[in-house]
């Protein structure tokens, strides 16, 4: 898809907004609204209907602050606007076929940041981020609490794979716009107040608490706690895990069930009671990227988005597919791989695959929760982000990361 192709030619006329609907979606980040635009084309005149999804900051003040929204918010609109156009660009100018290119990102269709519409200034109520409204397009969101069988995490590792390869590629091929545009879109932002001792303390405990029932987890729990103490002192110095070479790119730093969707090819929607197969995906929620290691996405969705049992027979194998993809992508828009073979990328996931710990077991505790138990994001705050949700998914999540990473000497 070319930047030319997310540009509509049309006169907008205010009447022709006919109706905004406001849907309550699984999204702590913002504000999440379906929109049907009417408008008139140049060419003829006619009418014709475009639904879209508008993303606006959350109401919630909690949110807000939690998500840094002031920062956030721009960085998701930079994923559409600096990162995507120099994917496409790089892929096309390189050779590769326009239907083997990665094309992960929704349509994009517009955004404002303030009231004085200036991206480098920090985001206002006023910001409205417009994109392509992936339902209407035939996409739909997986099953949290399940997670992806084998087919459909395969596909997701593929795409994931080259996402991260590209990064890399802009990073060694053209340094300079990975610096003024990738990089631009990774700012450095807080989750919450890192300097507030008392919700530090909470976040802790009640981590602590949703685990310390499970079995398999008691005689790590000494082990835990002091894990999410230290990240939270590091969060407090403003500190991040040092940038490794050669693997650091851009990563999405929120990759599981609910951040992509999956389109079907109409036989397959079809056919009622059987497996159906995916044939495309889009990723969604760019808001908290950064710079660092694909390690952190890979072992990210693995562990929060895997289908009981799957990555206890498969986990070598979908690791393996995804450095295939990676190095295979790079070998094709013409860099040099040497410096990312297999067992360096072993080596890569030793070290980064134990910082990813706290970020999976905090998330469990919400993509395992019973949806109908969820409060609207208008009255979120800390206690009820924090509630425990377990219920027999997480317990199961939970004793398959424990298991995992200790076996892999991670924990």
Known sequence: MSSDDNKINVELKKEDVEKLLSQQLDNYGSTILDVEVFYYTHQNNDLQKLPIVAKLVPESPFLREAFSIEITFNKEVRAYTLVAPEF??????????????????????????????????????????????????????????????????????????????????????????????????????DIGNPDDDDSNEKFVNANINHVKHIPEVKPYLGKIEKDFRADMQMKKERRQYRIREPFSTIVHNDFWVNNMMFIYDKASTKTIGKKRSPIGIKFVDFQVTMHASPV????????????????????????????????????????????????????EINVVAPQEFIHILFMLNAICADPSGIEETSSMNQDSMLKSRGNKDFDKKVKCLIKMFVSQGWL
């Open 296 to 347: 952190r996405d890979l072992i990210f969705l693995l562990f929060s988005s895997s289908e009981h049992g799957l990555l206890e027979v498969y986990y070598e194998r979908l690791i393996q597919l995804y450095h295939k993809e990676f190095v295979g992508l790079l070998t094709k828009v013409g860099c040099d791989t040497r410096g990312f073979s297999y067992e360096q990328f072993l080596k």
């Open 88 to 189: 496409h660009k790089l892929q096309k100018e390189k050779g590769i076929p326009e239907n083997e290119m990665l094309d992960v990102f929704p349509k994009y269709y517009g955004s404002r940041s303030n009231k004085q519409d200036d991206i480098n200034m920090e985001a206002d109520d006023s910001a409205v981020l417009l994109m392509e409204n992936l339902k209407s397009s035939g996409y739909e969101v997986g099953d949290r609490r399940k997670g992806f069988n084998l087919e459909h995490m395969e596909l997701v590792l593929s795409k994931l794979a080259k996402f991260h390869a590209l990064g890399v590629a802009l990073k060694l091929l053209k340094p300079q716009v990975f610096r003024d545009n990738i990089l631009k879109t990774c700012e450095k932002f």
